[in-house]
């Protein structure tokens, strides 16, 4: 059923503003959530979020890894309001491997944050999601932290970004003095320079002291103090530059504003909150079937990008996290479930904010609903009131470390099956097959060695059983598309045929070289790098 669009519909969709933060580890992404929800009001006072960061999971088992390891494996949503926007951040996993998990909640972003460590600059983590991201076609809004500590000259960073990262980088800001000296920013866009003090050490909101007026002129560069000739010969080259502002190249991913700041002691972090908000797009059309699905304009749609099972050890159940992509949703709401046909009435629907939950009654597209799972949706399905409406999937990726299950000897095979079904569909791993073999040759893949500790401890910890891995020597794989005879593969010793969850054929392989030999010799065989290569393009 359709809701008509009211103009308080469109008020409410317009003002959402979904993101998430990407960042190489110690980058300072806890620190920089736990300001913006201070700025946001969502915290009276900063240092909860990174003192718990080792112990904030104690009421869950499985997350007892996390504990261990004083690492985030899982992701969750934030939200607040700030001036008349509303902001969702989509938080990811911060280790170090790289995680589907990451990959999904980005498709589930309207835009991203880099954020950057002043003395590290661009680091691999980063680059995979920037990559991730312009592959998505998102606006990546860069923000350089940890100013408050001596690093690396700001117009190094930007030309290190331009370089890796293939961006043209336009500053929004500029630092004025580093390190213990960092005292401000001067706003490019604006024509005014704030100044930061207090803060006590960042527990709090700065005091912030603004002077309008050009970089050169007697009041800015009297509040510049010392800094002020540094300031102004980096602003000059900056406009002897002449990079320009391009909405149209922000969102496309070519141009990316940067501000700078650091999350530690707060300086920085409102005037980069207030404008990003401003410049960061509400949510955008998707991509049905060829033909952008409106957000406001159209009745309800969404579509999920992540289940989670066991969050709560209490209550074993599994959530559905939905990105809303159009219209209102509402307690209650009859819409239906594409993929199956079957209409559904979502009672059971929560809000959820890191690991808080609260009944929702309403939200709007833009937003994020958990759905109680009763074993129906999978990732990438679509729920919509139109039943025309197919968003893309969401592309799974070649995994880059490969284990075969050891299934000999497993006393409860059963719970063995259920566990890693349930841990497949929720993405933890990948599962691969041989064609013959049955569960005796399942092989799991993932992108780095902390997934099967995920898996191996949430396997003991929910279902009881061991499981038992030996590591294979694949390191990718390719999904053939065309000009693929699994008999040319009988003998090979390289690479390995197998079958994906979904019963696509898929090779792996040792090295990337295996496979540029085997297309040098098959002229007609085409491989991806992920079964269904049009979803990235389809995705927006
Ligand atoms: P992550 O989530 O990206 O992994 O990073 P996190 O916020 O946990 O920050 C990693 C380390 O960097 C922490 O130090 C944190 O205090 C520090 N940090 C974050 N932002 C800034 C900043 O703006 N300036 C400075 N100087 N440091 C910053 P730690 O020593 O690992 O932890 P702790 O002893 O501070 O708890």
Known sequence: MSVPVTNEIRREIERRRTFAIISHPDAGKTTLTEKLLLYGGALREAGAVRAQKATRHATSDWLELEKQRGISVSSSVLHFEFDEHRVNILDTPGHADFSEDTYRTLMAADSAVMLIDAARGVEPQTRKLCEVCKLRKIPIFTFVNKMDRHGRDPLDIMGEIEEVLGMDVVPVNWPVGAGSDFRGVYDRLDRRLVTFSGGDHGTHRVDETVVAGEPDSEAVMEAMGPFAQDALDGLELLEGAGAEFDTELVASGLQTPMFFGSALTNFGVHPFLERFLEMAPGPMPRVSAGEPVDPVERPFSGFVFKIQANMDPDHRDRIAFVRICSGHFVKGLQTSHVRTGKSIRLTNSTLLMGKDRADVDEAFAGDVVGLFDPGLFRIGDTLADEKKIVFAGIPIFAPESYMRVEVAGVQKRKALEKGIGQLVQEGVVQLFSDPEGGSASWIL????????????????????????????????????????????????????????????????????????????????????????????????
Request: without cysteine.
């Open 445 to 540: 893949g993932a992108m780095g060695p902390l997934q099967f500790d995920v898996m191996k401890h949430r396997l003991k910890s929910e279902y009881g059983v061991d499981l038992t891995l030996s590591s294979l020597p694949y390191t990718l794989a390719r999904w053939p598309q065309a000009g693929f005879d699994p008999e040319d593969f009988k003998y090979s010793e390289r690479i390995r045929v197998v079958h994906d969850r979904d019963g696509n054929w898929a090779l792996l392989a040792q090295s990337p070289w295996d496979f540029d030999r085997l297309l040098e010799r098959n002229e007609s065989l085409e491989l991806a790098e992920t079964p269904d290569p049009s979803l990235f393009e389809s995705a927006h």
